[in-house]
């Protein structure tokens, strides 16, 4: 079946490193892709997508492109802040039964020190 | 606008017990999908629905049902908690239910069975 598989955390960084948090895929055909940001005690917050490989969805310093030949949407980020921290989740859209359901990643937790 | 909300915030119940979730959509949205994300976990997909019907159901016990309202509003009930259903309730819209269409998450409710 369909599924992701994202790098384990938590990962700690300075404050203006760069940052790759990496995600991979399997999928049936070609699906959305995407990544969400969950602050502590907080819902899921999008944070960009990509629809169609070698799609680059970009938001906040934060980018990620959909690579089909190797089935990853990396997400990298060129300068970090303390208030990037938080965790990180990989998706992406299931078509099965015509649902369009999220299949998601375990999430990884980015921790920036001042 | 208003995004999605979820009520309660925060529940406690005890095994054995019954509990409903409810969510409003963003106003414009048809689509209302359930997922439950146990700690230290990604979300994984209960159900959608779309124009109140269901529309899929993930890999749960008949224990788990729900419904969506003419409003578009939707309810998750859960029978006969047992400890294991202790997790955060994340309920997401979109306009419709298609490839490209993004999910846009609530704060979730926190269950705890004890």
């Known amino acids: 079946g369909n599924s992701v598989t994202q790098m384990e955390g938590p990962v700690t960084l300075s404050e203006e490193a760069f940052l790759t948090i990496n995600c991979t895929y399997t999928?049936?055909?070609?699906?959305?892709l995407f990544w969400y940001v969950q602050y502590p005690g907080e819902g899921l917050q999008l944070l960009l997508k990509?629809?169609?490989?070698?799609d680059k969805g970009s938001n906040k310093g934060f980018e990620a492109t959909y690579r089909k030949e190797t089935t990853s949407f990396h997400l990298e980020k060129g300068s970090v802040q303390v208030s990037d921290s938080a965790v990180y989740f990989c998706?992406?859209?299931?078509?099965?039964?015509?649902?369009?359901?999220?299949?998601f990643g375990t999430g990884t937790r980015l921790k920036v020190l001042a | 606008d208003a995004g999605v909300t979820q009520s309660p915030t925060h529940l406690i119940k005890t095994r054995g017990q019954q509990v409903t979730l409810r969510c409003s959509p963003i106003s414009g949205h048809k689509s209302v999908s359930w997922y439950q994300q146990v700690l230290g976990q990604g979300p994984q997909f209960i159900f959608q629905y779309y124009e109140k019907e269901e529309r899929g159901r993930g890999n749960f016990p008949d224990r788990f049902s729900a419904r969506q309202f003419p409003n578009y509003s939707s309810e998750l009930n859960v029978n006969a908690l047992l400890l294991g259903d202790s997790a955060l309730y994340l309920c997401?819209?979109?306009?419709?239910?298609?490839?490209?269409?993004?999910?846009?998450f609530g704060p979730g409710t926190r269950l705890t069975v004890l």
């Open positions: 998706a992406l859209s299931d078509p099965t039964s015509g649902t369009y359901k999220y299949i």
């Open positions: 997401a819209s979109s306009l419709v239910t298609g490839e490209a269409d993004t999910q846009y």
């Open positions: 999928a049936t055909g070609y699906p959305s």
């Open positions: 990509a629809t169609k490989a070698d």
